[in-house]
């Protein structure tokens, strides 16, 4: 189980785009993640008119470093940490450290 899943919001706390928030789109292998907006590169597009792609200088979203992001905690409004606890229903889940809410209802 990984601390950091599909779908969380996230919180950049080093490198260039430091304070910018997103959605997790892919967690990879290789301990980087792509996240919604972040860590945006431009990409020279060659045109390809069979699959009806146009060509240009696009925008595209690069992978992170996993140690670079936080998960965004909406009660203190910052990146916080990820624990895991187990449940008295047997559930494993994950819950911020700072304020002991689950982050998965």
């Known amino acids: ?3 950091i899943r599909k779908g969380d919001q996230a919180i950049v706390i080093a490198g260039r785009d430091k304070g910018k928030r997103g959605t997790v789109l892919s967690v990879n292998d290789d ?4 996240v919604e907006g972040i860590n945006m590169v431009k990409k ?4 390809i008119p069979a699959r009806n792609i146009t060509g240009g200088i696009t925008d595209k979203a690069m992978p992170i470093a996993i140690s670079n992001i936080a998960i965004f905690n909406p009660a203190i409004n910052k990146g ?9 229903d047997g559930r494993k889940v994950r819950f911020f450290k700072s304020t002991n809410d689950v982050v998965d209802a």
């Open 80 to 88: 916080d940490r990820v624990g895991f606890r187990l449940l008295a």
């Open 44 to 47: 020279h597009q060659k045109p």
């Open 1 to 3: 189980m990984r601390k």
């Open 31 to 34: 301990d980087t993640v792509l």
